[in-house]
């Protein structure tokens, strides 16, 4: 079945700093790949996605290309504010079933 | 996007009773889904509730346990029955919007819930 391997946390950056969170995937078919953002005490959020390969989805200064050679969709961003914080989910779908499957999300945390 | 409303937020529940929490969306959408979060864990589909039908379960989840109802295209709920400390969780209602062509979800705020 598919599965999802996510970068284990927490992340402590400083303030501008780059960042990468590695997501990689199993999938039968073409799945579509997101990562949504939880803030604290808030609900997920889409932050970005892709639909087919070599897509790059982008929100917010984020960016993830989806590389279907090497089955990764990877977070990234140039410069990190505090207002970053939260926990990011990487998440296959099953193609044409609305079906996620999330992976165990990266806490990050942003120092001033 | 849509705007999706779920209640209650919060509650603190004593072992053996039942919770029904709500989700409610302002647009048509297509799917609605429930989820659980337990503490500091990800994300797992309990079902996809279906207008007009039963729910279809993913594995390791019961009618029994969590039944569900969805009597129109916005509005769904979900009960957590005979609630023991492990259901402890926050539970997520999320939707696909009709008429998108992506696969993309929308997720609610979520209800936290306390089982003592």
């Known amino acids: 079945g598919n599965s999802v391997t996510q970068m284990e946390g927490p992340v402590t950056l400083s303030e501008e700093a780059f960042l990468t969170i590695n997501c990689t995937y199993t999938?039968?078919?073409?799945?579509?790949l997101f990562w949504y953002v939880q803030y604290p005490g808030e609900g997920l959020q889409l932050l970005l996605k892709?639909?087919?390969?070599?897509d790059k989805g982008s929100n917010k200064g984020f960016e993830a290309t989806y590389r279907k050679e090497t089955t990764s969709f990877h977070l990234e961003k140039g410069s990190v504010q505090v207002s970053d914080s939260a926990v990011y989910f990487c998440?296959?779908?099953?193609?044409?079933?609305?079906?996620?499957?999330f992976g165990t999300g990266t806490r990050l945390k942003v120092l001033a | 996007s849509a705007v999706i409303s779920q209640k209650p937020s919060r509650d603190i529940c004593q072992r053996g009773t039942s919770l029904t929490i709500q989700c409610q969306v302002d647009s048509q959408v297509t799917m609605m889904f429930w989820y659980r979060q337990q503490p500091g864990q990800s994300l797992t589909l309990i079902a996809t509730a279906n207008q007009g039908s039963e729910a279809t379960y993913e594995s390791g989840f019961v009618i029994d346990k969590f039944p569900i109802s969805r009597p129109n295209l916005t509005f769904s709920t979900l009960t957590v029955s005979n609630m023991s400390p492990e259901d402890s969780s926050i539970y997520l209602c999320s939707v696909a919007l009709l008429g998108t062509s992506t696969d993309t979800q929308y997720f609610g705020p979520g209800t936290r819930l306390t089982v003592l």
């Open positions: 892709a639909t087919k390969a070599d």
């Open positions: 999938a039968t078919g073409y799945p579509s």
């Open positions: 998440a296959p779908s099953t193609s044409g079933t609305y079906k996620y499957i």
